[in-house]
């Protein structure tokens, strides 16, 4: 069994070193440590996106990934395929960078931001996924004014991530009220798949 030593590493390295390191092997198991919650959250959520198995196990603080990689003509399961390639989706991801909407008066900004949000709600085109970093987190999480207008895009099969240094940075990862914590490589992997971007 191989083993990445991932510890200290801020995201997105974790899951950059794990999918290069899985990507060399034919099969195998691969034992992946981490020192944080937020980097196994990210690397386990990476190898389930992948099709792969995997299991994990903390002590002192660190955790150990193990994650098993087979042949295709041996594995249980296909692999988990990529929805939006598959139907040809063409619909826009929306990066979300602030809390408020424009550059002014943050009053007027914060409003503006949630007639935004809420509009989106009323949309016929609907976004496949939104993409919440830097100030941007504080909106999908306690004290958000537009967390309603948020559940009903999650409803209508939007995406809602919220980036995890992001929220750490905020003190807002335990506070977190809709959709999941994503890490800058599945940030990066959603806009280049993406047929356009918004960017807020």
Excluded: H, W
Aim: charged share 25%.
């Amino acid at each position: 069994m191989k083993r990445l030593d991932c510890k200290g590493l801020a995201c997105p390295k974790p899951v950059i070193l794990t999918k290069k390191e899985l990507e060399a092997m034919d099969s195998g198991e691969l034992e992946v440590v981490v020192d944080n919650e937020t980097a196994k959250e990210n690397v386990t959520k990476f190898a389930k996106s992948q099709g792969y198995s995997f299991e994990y196990t903390e002590k002192d603080g660190l955790y150990y990934i193990i994650i098993k990689k087979v042949q295709p003509k041996d594995a249980e399961e296909c692999p988990v395929m990529d929805f939006d390639v598959i139907s040809g989706d063409k619909r826009p991801v929306i990066l979300i960078g602030s809390n408020v909407l424009g550059k002014g008066d943050d009053r007027l900004g914060s409003a503006l931001m949630k007639s935004y949000i809420y509009a989106l709600t009323e949309s016929d085109v609907m976004p496949s996924t939104m993409i919440f970093i830097n100030s941007g987190v504080k909106l999908t999480t306690e004290g958000s004014e537009v967390i309603d207008s948020l559940k009903t895009l999650e409803s209508q099969g939007v995406e809602i991530l919220s980036c995890g240094t992001c929220l750490d940075f905020y003190g807002l990862k335990e506070k977190l009220l809709i959709g999941s914590i994503t890490n800058m490589y599945t940030i990066v992997e959603k806009m280049n798949n993406a047929p356009n971007t918004i960017k807020l």
